[in-house]
């Protein structure tokens, strides 16, 4: 130990020496341990098993439909049942369904975010509450309790934490419930875990229609396995399942088997890619970092050459030298992964703070816990033995004779320490060109994203949620009415050039699908019918979104109940369904192979529902006055800042209905960014990560021929002396530093075109080896190597030769 501490004490004095050495080593190490610290602590909570009793039990149970290219959807409520009852490998089953709710008479009208559960939801997730209890059987019976669960958020919002909040009225969509529980604050529910739940409600209360009907597919199922039952064997039992439904229900099951997923893979399996790609490119930013480290400290032990030759001549063994200066690496190390902490901190806050919602689940967990303490400490400990093993055992290696003779400062450094740096050098051109054409790859991806065709104008482009009260608006007519009142003065309102609204609404709306029947084109069964999305919108959607009308007419106020139904389709449906023919006048119907049927009177153009990534999908748009819904999401077209009309909306809605809330106020041009939040993310990492990489190889390169020209100055100096010109020289120096330079680039290209198809999966438009990307990064890359190698070879063509001479 006394040992330990006295080369403790000695590095410390070494460091003191060299400031301006220790300073760009630490900040090196700190900087590259940092940003790893940051990244491990967003993928360890990400990626860790989830907050849930035994969670390897739990399980997502989904129904497919491959006949129709949808391999996962959702569960119809008699299916579930009968899952529940028929199965033998889960203890239990639950059903949960999105849903949103109204909440009146407690301060201004809120929105809330909640679902409809079974009861038995909560012990299959192993969930207690913090006040109350959960769902018990009875409140599954038909006809349902008013009984309600309310998160620890909005306990605290909007309750102020009321201890005796338990058995008091809470009023949703105009009906009283009776809260029963209050939830944990530090859990998160599926399907969607990282969404924030203000209520849950028993699943009883769907509309009876909706739960009766086995052909309507809403809901998500979770199951707890029993401990002596896998998942193959959970999937192989349901399967059987499946086939005997499919033949006891032809007209419904036919075609739809059952998928079963792990909780944990549903919930992280779309990020755990992205997040593995992440860690490897810090991966790569801190063998950088070592490998410029380990050159400073190459530098470094030539000038210390002479020292530890007298320490080698008055007794220290080479091992005990060697443990010296790897001491001094391991130091050096800790000290730069103690600020590294302090950075990685600081990143985490950044990352939390600026990463989009839903980009990452279960961000609110990612913290600096002991596990990243212990990660930090360890990849601190490996960085300083990474960069510090062979220059010690380089330096430990000394010619006395060699070393103590009056003109051998500097200049010894021998065959086997210029081939490290060398091959340290192109390490780092290498591993920088990996980085800079994947993140050339996923900014380019990113561009072609943003320039797709939207299919609509989301500039000028407003839009707000409004679902109304089902208790105070329970008859169409209502619906129909408040909608028609609440465009009008819309339209009115100065600034407004058109309003609209819609039930879904592109990049913003549900994933929601109907069955479509062509008239004169029967099916045997509904299952085998298309599928398409289905709106309903006002007359003006289409002016206030901007989208062009093809052919015909669109929708008006003369499409209302009572007339005949009339539909609006986009281009890819009428493509599908009647190519090379005239769609206008033709009929389909979304209830059923015997109508009603609706006539096409318009085709629109094709627009991107689901994403800027995803293909257009089948569309029909019906108009809301021939089937009135309760929910609508406003388009206002503004002359203006659409982001400046979001309190005079919300006041023309009040003015209606002072109870009526308003939610999800934004710009359309925000819903397009949100909606590429992800890629964005990836690539703005990935790019940082690169550009310091890029940094990291310049210094690099820099570092190493500068030290060359120092090592070379009494030769260089003789050049002159007996006649070069400082272009020789200066063509010279460049000369071999491009050498290197060039072949770090060639094996950064090899090593790229292998490895770069691990981003496929990112891409969008864009081939993993593009030879475009891969052509400019190399010149890129190229170019500041030539910069990098410049610098010095300069300085050395203004080598003076008496004195370089003189010096030696």
Same mark, same amino acid.
């Given at each position: 130990?006394?040992?330990?501490?006295?080369?403790?004490?000695?590095?410390?004095?070494?460091?003191?020496?060299?400031?301006?050495?220790?300073?760009?080593?630490?900040?090196?190490?700190?900087?590259?341990?940092?940003?790893?610290?940051?990244?491990?602590?967003?993928?360890?909570?990400?990626?860790?098993?989830?907050?849930?009793?035994?969670?390897?039990?739990?399980?997502?149970?989904?129904?497919?439909?491959?006949?129709?290219?949808?391999?996962?959807?959702?569960?119809?409520?008699?299916?579930?049942?009968?899952?529940?009852?028929?199965?033998?490998?889960?203890?239990?089953?639950?059903?949960?369904?999105?849903?949103s709710f109204n909440l009146t008479?407690?301060?201004?009208?809120?929105?809330?975010?909640?679902?409809?559960?079974?009861?038995?939801?909560?012990?299959?997730?192993?969930?207690?509450?913090?006040?109350?209890?959960?769902?018990?059987?009875?409140?599954?019976?038909?006809?349902?309790?008013?009984?309600?669960?309310?998160?620890?958020?909005?306990?605290?919002?909007?309750?102020?934490?009321?201890?005796?909040?338990?058995?008091?009225?809470?009023?949703?969509?105009?009906?009283?419930?009776?809260?029963?529980?209050?939830?944990?604050?530090?859990?998160?529910?599926?399907?969607?875990?990282?969404?924030?739940?203000?209520?849950?409600?028993?699943?009883?209360?769907?509309?009876?229609?909706?739960?009766?009907?086995?052909?309507?597919?809403?809901?998500?199922?979770?199951?707890?396995?029993?401990?002596?039952?896998?998942?193959?064997?959970?999937?192989?039992?349901?399967?059987?399942?499946?086939?005997?439904?499919?033949?006891?229900?032809?007209?419904?099951?036919?075609?739809?088997?059952?998928?079963?997923?792990?909780?944990?893979?549903?919930?992280?399996?779309?990020?755990?890619?992205?997040?593995?790609?992440?860690?490897?490119?810090?991966?790569? #930013?801190? $063998?950088?970092?070592?490998?410029?480290?380990?050159?400073? %400290? !190459?530098?470094? =032990?030539?000038? *210390?050459? &002479?020292?530890?030759?007298?320490?080698?001549?008055?007794?220290?063994?080479?091992?005990?030298?060697?443990?010296?200066?790897?001491?001094?690496?391991?130091?050096?190390?800790?000290?730069?992964?103690?600020?590294?902490?302090?950075?990685?901190?600081?990143?985490?806050?950044?990352?939390?703070?600026?990463?989009?919602?839903?980009?990452?689940?279960?961000?609110?967990?990612?913290?600096?816990?002991?596990?990243?303490?212990?990660?930090?400490?360890?990849?601190?400990?490996?960085?300083?033995?990474?960069?510090?093993?062979?220059?010690?055992?380089?330096?430990?290696?000394?010619?006395?004779?060699?070393?103590?003779?009056?003109?051998?400062?500097?200049?010894?450094?021998?065959?086997?320490?210029?081939?490290?740096?060398?091959?340290?050098?192109?390490?780092? #051109?290498? $591993?920088?060109?990996?980085?800079?054409?994947?993140?050339? %790859? !996923?900014?380019? =991806?990113?561009? *072609?994203? &943003?320039?797709?065709?939207?299919?609509?104008?989301?500039?000028?482009?407003?839009?707000?949620?409004?679902?109304?009260?089902?208790?105070?608006?329970?008859?169409?007519?209502?619906?129909?009415?408040?909608?028609?009142?609440?465009?009008?003065?819309?339209?009115?309102?100065?600034?407004?050039?058109?309003?609209?609204?819609?039930?879904?609404?592109?990049?913003?709306?549900?994933?929601?699908?109907?069955?479509?029947?062509?008239?004169?084109?029967?099916?045997?069964?509904?299952?085998?019918?298309?599928?398409?999305?289905?709106?309903?919108?006002?007359?003006?959607?289409?002016?206030?979104?901007?989208?062009?009308?093809?052919?015909?007419?669109?929708?008006?106020?003369?499409?209302?109940?009572?007339?005949?139904?009339?539909?609006?389709?986009?281009?890819?449906?009428?493509?599908?369904?009647?190519?090379?023919?005239?769609?206008?006048?033709?009929?389909? =119907?979304?209830?059923?192979?015997?109508?009603?049927?609706?006539?096409?009177?318009?085709?629109?153009?094709?627009?991107?529902?689901?994403?800027?990534?995803?293909?257009?999908?089948?569309?029909?748009?019906?108009?809301?006055?021939?089937?009135?819904?309760?929910?609508?999401?406003?388009?206002?077209?503004?002359?203006?800042?659409?982001?400046?009309?979001?309190?005079?909306?919300?006041?023309?809605v009040w003015a209606l209905d002072?109870?009526?809330?308003?939610?999800?106020?934004?710009?359309?041009?925000?819903?397009?960014?949100?909606?590429?939040?992800?890629?964005?993310?990836?690539?703005?990492?990935?790019?940082i990560f690169a550009l310091v990489?890029?940094?990291?190889?310049?210094?690099?390169?820099?570092?190493?021929?500068?030290?060359?020209?120092?090592?070379?100055?009494?030769?260089?100096?003789?050049?002159?002396?007996?006649?070069?010109?400082?272009?020789?020289?200066?063509?010279?120096?460049?000369?071999?530093?491009?050498?290197?330079?060039?072949?770090?680039?060639?094996?950064?290209?090899?090593?790229?075109?292998?490895?770069?198809?691990?981003?496929?999966?990112?891409?969008?438009?864009?081939?993993?080896?593009?030879?475009?990307?891969?052509?400019?990064?190399?010149?890129?890359?190229?170019?500041?190597?030539?910069?990098?190698?410049?610098?010095?070879?300069?300085?050395?063509?203004?080598?003076?030769?008496?004195?370089?001479?003189?010096?030696?």
């Amino acid at each position: 130990m006394e040992t330990i501490l006295r080369d403790v004490r000695h590095s410390l004095r070494m460091l003191l020496k060299s400031r301006s050495f220790a300073a760009v080593a630490i900040f090196t190490v700190a900087l590259a341990i940092g940003a790893n610290t940051a990244i491990f602590s967003v993928v360890y909570a990400v990626l860790r098993p989830l907050s849930y009793r035994n969670p390897e039990q739990l399980m997502v149970v989904n129904s497919t439909n491959l006949k129709r290219g949808l391999p996962q959807i959702g569960v119809s409520f008699p299916d579930y049942l009968d899952w529940k009852n028929q199965n033998s490998s889960f203890e239990q089953l639950a059903a949960l369904r999105n849903a949103s709710f109204n909440l009146t008479g407690v301060g201004e009208p809120e929105r809330l975010s909640g679902l409809f559960v079974t009861a038995s939801l909560f012990p299959v997730l192993g969930v207690e509450p913090a006040l109350g209890r959960t769902f018990i059987p009875e409140d599954d019976a038909p006809g349902g309790s008013t009984s309600v669960i309310i998160s620890h958020d909005l306990w605290q919002r909007r309750f102020s934490s009321d201890p005796g909040i338990i058995n008091k009225a809470l009023t949703l969509e105009g009906e009283n419930f009776n809260i029963i529980g209050v939830m944990r604050p530090d859990l998160r529910f599926p399907p969607d875990d990282d969404l924030r739940r203000d209520v849950w409600v028993p699943l009883s209360l769907f509309p009876e229609r909706q739960l009766k009907n086995r052909g309507r597919h809403f809901l998500t199922v979770v199951g707890r396995l029993k401990p002596d039952a896998s998942q193959e064997q959970a999937q192989a039992e349901m399967n059987t399942i499946a086939t005997r439904l499919e033949q006891e229900y032809p007209e419904t099951n036919s075609g739809y088997g059952v998928r079963i997923i792990s909780l944990y893979e549903d919930t992280v399996g779309t990020v755990r890619k992205s997040l593995y790609i992440l860690l490897g490119a810090v991966g790569l #930013v801190l $063998l950088i970092a070592c490998g410029n480290v380990a050159n400073l %400290l !190459l530098a470094r =032990s030539a000038a *210390r050459e &002479r020292e530890i030759a007298i320490r080698s001549a008055l007794g220290a063994s080479r091992r005990r030298l060697v443990r010296q200066l790897l001491t001094e690496s391991l130091f050096l190390s800790l000290i730069g992964g103690a600020f590294g902490l302090l950075l990685a901190y600081g990143g985490t806050r950044f990352l939390i703070a600026n990463t989009p919602p839903g980009t990452i689940p279960r961000l609110e967990e990612v913290g600096m816990d002991w596990r990243v303490l212990i990660f930090s400490f360890l990849i601190s400990v490996l960085t300083g033995l990474i960069f510090g093993i062979m220059p010690s055992l380089h330096a430990a290696k000394v010619d006395l004779t060699t070393s103590l003779s009056e003109g051998a400062r500097g200049s010894t450094e021998g065959g086997r320490g210029r081939s490290f740096r060398t091959a340290l050098m192109i390490a780092e #051109v290498s $591993l920088a060109l990996l980085l800079l054409i994947g993140a050339g %790859l !996923l900014i380019k =991806s990113f561009e *072609r994203l &943003r320039q797709v065709d939207k299919g609509f104008e989301s500039d000028k482009l407003l839009t707000a949620s409004v679902a109304l009260s089902e208790v105070k608006y329970e008859e169409p007519p209502q619906q129909v009415a408040f909608f028609q009142q609440l465009l009008q003065k819309l339209e009115t309102t100065p600034g407004v050039q058109y309003a609209g609204a819609a039930s879904d609404v592109p990049l913003l709306g549900r994933d929601s699908y109907e069955n479509v029947f062509i008239e004169g084109r029967p099916v045997e069964k509904s299952s085998d019918a298309l599928q398409a999305g289905g709106q309903v919108v006002t007359p003006n959607y289409f002016r206030a979104m901007g989208i062009p009308l093809r052919k015909g007419r669109p929708l008006t106020d003369e499409d209302v109940a009572g007339k005949p139904m009339s539909v609006v389709i986009n281009e890819t449906m009428a493509n599908r369904l009647w190519p090379g023919e005239d769609p206008l006048n033709k009929r389909i =119907s979304a209830a059923g192979p015997t109508g009603p049927w609706m006539t096409v009177v318009g085709v629109v153009k094709d627009i991107r529902y689901r994403g800027l990534n995803t293909e257009p999908r089948l569309e029909m748009y019906v108009s809301y006055q021939q089937l009135p819904v309760d929910s609508m999401t406003l388009v206002l077209r503004t002359t203006s800042d659409p982001g400046a009309f979001g309190t005079a909306l919300r006041n023309q809605v009040w003015a209606l209905d002072k109870d009526q809330p308003v939610t999800a106020i934004k710009t359309m041009d925000e819903a397009v960014s949100d909606s590429i939040a992800r890629e964005r993310f990836n690539m703005q990492l990935i790019t940082i990560f690169a550009l310091v990489a890029l940094v990291l190889a310049a210094v690099g390169i820099y570092g190493v021929m500068s030290y060359y020209v120092v090592q070379r100055t009494h030769e260089i100096g003789i050049l002159l002396a007996l006649g070069a010109q400082p272009l020789d020289v200066l063509k010279l120096v460049v000369k071999q530093g491009m050498m290197r330079a060039l072949l770090g680039v060639a094996i950064g290209l090899v090593g790229a075109f292998i490895l770069t198809r691990v981003v496929a999966g990112l891409l969008f438009g864009v081939s993993p080896t593009d030879p475009a990307t891969f052509l400019g990064v190399s010149f890129l890359l190229t170019f500041v190597a030539l910069m990098a190698c410049y610098i010095p070879a300069r300085r050395a063509a203004k080598v003076d030769p008496m004195t370089a001479l003189r010096h030696e």
